[in-house]
């Protein structure tokens, strides 16, 4: 996962996955964005990390910087976006959320339409 160049300027995310037999040979395959928003909700990825709960159950936490839409210091004020990635079938996908449940959380976007990229 990774965005474009575009210095301190949100832009849209970018997935890829390796389908080769190693990374020698990765076979890079485009998934698209998985947060299916032109500016990724104004943000550009830092990190991605397991997060496994209490149920034992391992998801994965998109971790990203909101440098510029953060508050009125601007840069000074910029801040951290965490949302869960939930991957269904041979999609990826990374909805914003106000606030979600580390134990449990989709399930306020369960059953919910996915939104269109735009």
């Known amino acids: 996962m990774t965005s474009h160049q575009t210095g301190w300027n949100p832009n849209p995310l970018m997935l890829y996955r ?3 037999p190693d990374l020698s040979d990765p076979q890079w395959q485009d998934m698209g964005n998985p947060t299916r928003n032109i500016l990724s909700f104004n943000t550009q990825p830092t990190y991605v990390v397991p997060y ?3 149920t034992n159950e ?3 936490i998109y971790m990203a910087d909101n440098w510029i839409h953060a508050g009125l210091g601007g840069l000074m004020d910029a801040s951290y ?3 869960p990635i939930s991957f269904e079938g041979d999609e990826v996908f990374i909805d914003r959320l106000e606030a979600w449940d580390m134990e449990d959380p989709w ?6 339409p996915r939104p269109i990229f735009g």
């Not at 399930?107 to 919910?112: A, E």
């Open 81 to 83: 976006v965490w949302l």
């Open 52 to 54: 496994t709960t209490k």
């Open 58 to 60: 391992t998801y994965f």
């Open 18 to 20: 390796a389908n080769g």
């Open 107 to 112: 399930k306020d976007i369960r059953n919910r």
